[in-house]
Every structure is written in structure tokens, then in C-alpha cells.
């Protein structure tokens, strides 16, 4: 099996930064894609940024573009999220993928492990 800790989240004013850290223990040959999607009350689970571990390709969504930055460190992936919006405030999930996404990297029906989510919220 494969495990999946984060760390770091927390209050963070509009325009600060924070940094999100997911290590991943166990089964760690599994992991092809690694990355974060994020969830508000209410919403459907949206894919943020994720890495592919074999050539470091990165995808990230269209609203977090040029702010976050998803960086990979052997069996951990962290997300560095600068001039944070009150929009990205949610629950932050970090994800793994035995394999490349058949469709559409931001399905979260594509990740077979998670994380046990930290919130992030952001101040106006």
C-alpha cells in the first residue's frame, strides 16, 4: 500500500505565500502522476497541479497558473502557492496515480491514492 502524509496549510493573508508538503511512503513504486487537487463545501474536487514522475512534465489549472508552483523531491511532491486569492481557499488533497491519466489529468476519478486533506484559508 501506499501512504500519503501532508503538511503545512494553515491562514494565510491574500497576496502571502504558503507551502503545501505530501510525502509518500510505502508502496512508492506505484506512483506515476503526484500532485494536489483542492476542494470546497459544496463543490466538486478541482485539479490544481499535478507532475508526471517520469519525464517531470507538470500540468496546472488555468486559475493558479503563474502562482503555484508544484515541486518534486524523490517521493514527495510539494506545492508552493505565492500570491494566494480568497478563492483558493479549500481543503488540499494531495493524489498519486498508478498511471497516466486516460483523459483528462484533472479527473480526480484518476487518482487511486489521497491524502488525508489540509485545509488552506485564505484572508481578504
Known amino acids: 500500500q501506499l501512504q500519503l502524509t501532508q503538511s503545512g496549510g494553515g491562514s494565510v493573508q491574500a497576496g502571502g505565500n504558503l507551502t503545501l508538503s505530501c510525502e509518500a511512503s510505502?508502496?512508492?513504486?506505484?506512483?506515476?502522476?503526484m500532485g494536489w487537487f483542492r476542494q470546497v463545501p459544496g463543490k466538486e474536487r478541482e485539479g490544481v497541479a499535478v507532475?508526471?514522475?517520469?519525464?517531470?512534465t507538470t500540468y496546472y489549472a488555468d486559475n493558479v497558473k503563474g502562482r503555484f508552483i508544484i515541486v518534486p523531491g524523490g517521493y514527495a511532491v510539494y506545492l508552493q502557492m505565492n500570491n494566494v486569492k480568497p478563492e483558493d481557499t479549500a481543503m488540499y488533497y494531495c493524489?498519486?496515480?498508478?498511471?497516466?491519466?486516460?483523459?483528462?489529468?484533472?479527473?480526480?476519478?484518476?487518482?487511486?491514492?489521497w491524502g488525508q486533506g489540509t485545509q488552506v484559508t485564505v484572508s481578504s
Open positions: 493524489v498519486v496515480s498508478r498511471a497516466r491519466p486516460s483523459h483528462n489529468w484533472s479527473n480526480p476519478s484518476a487518482y487511486h491514492y
Open positions: 507532475i508526471y514522475t517520469g519525464d517531470s
Open positions: 510505502g508502496d512508492t513504486y506505484v506512483i506515476n502522476f
